[in-house]
T-cell receptor
Framework: GIQVEQSPPDLILQEGANSTLRCNFS?????LQWFHQNPWGQLINLFY???GTKQNGRLSATTVATERYSLLYISSSQTTDSGVYFCAVSRDDKIIFGKGTRLHILP | GAVVSQHPSRVICKSGTSVKIECRSLDFQATTMFWYRQFPKKSLMLMATSNEGSKATYEQGVEKDKFLINHASLTLSTLTVTSAHPEDSSFYIC???????????FGSGTRLTVV
């Protein structure tokens, strides 16, 4: 099956800093999403981005499908950005998650 | 739009009892839904694919008789944890895709504690 690797596993930043989270996947996919899991466990869909670049406020994402990776950028981090960020991919209607990046923003 | 509702959000049950978790697509029809399990500080692991009107497809290592899945309508899938034991305690979450090429949306999850 498809392997999804996320890096770094943990990240601690000061409020206001920028960060880049990476997702590598082992095979071609037709779907890639970035999620933020809040402290209550809810998964918030950030981006549906099988290819190309998208931006939403302080967040942006880029997927280079031919090179099998995706990047999530967070600018001017806020304490509310803390939590776990998951990359998830699918090809045959099953979505597979990476292990996540645990982000902690210090005030 | 594209909301998946999951109930209950939290349940505590005694060992040996069964617990049913519901997953509903509120504003779209879902012929396929997915059930995941998440242990503390771990990623989401796909348990099974729920297919409307047919048997669910279980991932390797998931006990079919322990985790019963029923997808009786285009908007409802249920997961029943039978004869629950403390090791079944976990966070269970469901998902569906409103349209195949627009991504998946997830329910808010159910935190099961078996005592």
């Amino acid at each position: 099956g498809i392997q999804v690797e996320q890096s770094p596993p943990d990240l601690i930043l000061q409020e206001g800093a920028n960060s880049t989270l990476r997702c590598n996947f082992s095979d071609s996919v037709n779907n890639l999403q970035w999620f933020h899991q809040n402290p209550w466990g809810q998964l918030i869909n950030l981006f549906y981005i099988p290819s190309g670049t998208k931006q939403n406020g302080r967040l942006s994402a880029t997927t280079v499908a031919t090179e099998r990776y995706s990047l999530l950028y967070i600018s001017s981090s806020q304490t509310t950005d803390s939590g776990v960020y998951f990359c998830a991919v699918s090809r045959d209607d099953k979505i597979i998650f990476g292990k996540g990046t645990r982000l902690h923003i210090l005030p | 739009g594209a909301v998946v509702s999951q109930h209950p959000s939290r349940v505590i049950c005694k060992s040996g009892t069964s617990v049913k978790i519901e997953c509903r697509s509120l504003d779209f029809q879902a012929t396929t839904m997915f059930w995941y399990r998440q242990f503390p500080k771990k990623s989401l692991m796909l348990m099974a694919t729920s297919n409307e009107g047919s048997k669910a497809t279980y991932e390797q290592g998931v006990e079919k008789d322990k985790f019963l899945i029923n997808h009786a309508s285009l908007t409802l899938s249920t997961l029943t944890v039978t004869s629950a034991h403390p090791e079944d305690s976990s966070f269970y979450i469901c998902s569906a895709a409103p349209q195949r090429y627009y991504g998946y949306t997830f329910g808010s999850g159910t935190r099961l504690t078996v005592v």
